[in-house]
Nanobody
C-alpha cells in the first residue's frame, strides 16, 4: 500500500525555523496533490500548503510569506520550510498525497509530526 514517511518537526522558539519532509512510496501510478495539513488541539484539521503537481501551490493565508513548499517529483517527496514560526503554528502536521492507484484516485495521510512553537 501507499506509505508516507514524515520527518522533521520538533520544538522551537517563536521566530525560529523548522523543516518538514515527506516521502511517498507504493504501487501508485502517479501523484497528483501533495502537501501538508495541520491540526491544533481542539481545532479542525486545516490546509497548510498543497502542491497540485502543475506547479501551483496553495497556501493558507496564515502562513503565506513564512512557509514554503517544495516538491521533488523524482523522489515523490515534499518539503515544507517553515520560517518566522509563531506559537499559533503549534499543531500536529500531517503529510497528504492524492494518487492514482488501483484504477482510482485515492487520498492518503501520514501519521503526523508534532510542531511546538513557544513564545
Amino acid at each position: 500500500q501507499v506509505q508516507l514517511v514524515e520527518s522533521g518537526g520538533g520544538s522551537v522558539q517563536a521566530g525560529g525555523s523548522l523543516r518538514l519532509s515527506c516521502a511517498a512510496s507504493g504501487p501508485f501510478f502517479s501523484i497528483y496533490n501533495m502537501g501538508w495539513y495541520r491540526q491544533a488541539p481542539g481545532k479542525q484539521r486545516e490546509l497548510v500548503a498543497v502542491n497540485s503537481g502543475g506547479g501551483k501551490t496553495n497556501y493558507a493565508d496564515s502562513v503565506k510569506g513564512r512557509f514554503s513548499l517544495s516538491r521533488d517529483n523524482r523522489n515523490n517527496s515534499v518539503t515544507l520550510q517553515m520560517n518566522s514560526l509563531k506559537p499559533e503554528d503549534t499543531a500536529v502536521y500531517y503529510c497528504t498525497v492524492e494518487v492514482y492507484i488501483d484504477y482510482a484516485i485515492r487520498n492518503y495521510w501520514g501519521q503526523g509530526t508534532q510542531v511546538t512553537v513557544s513564545s
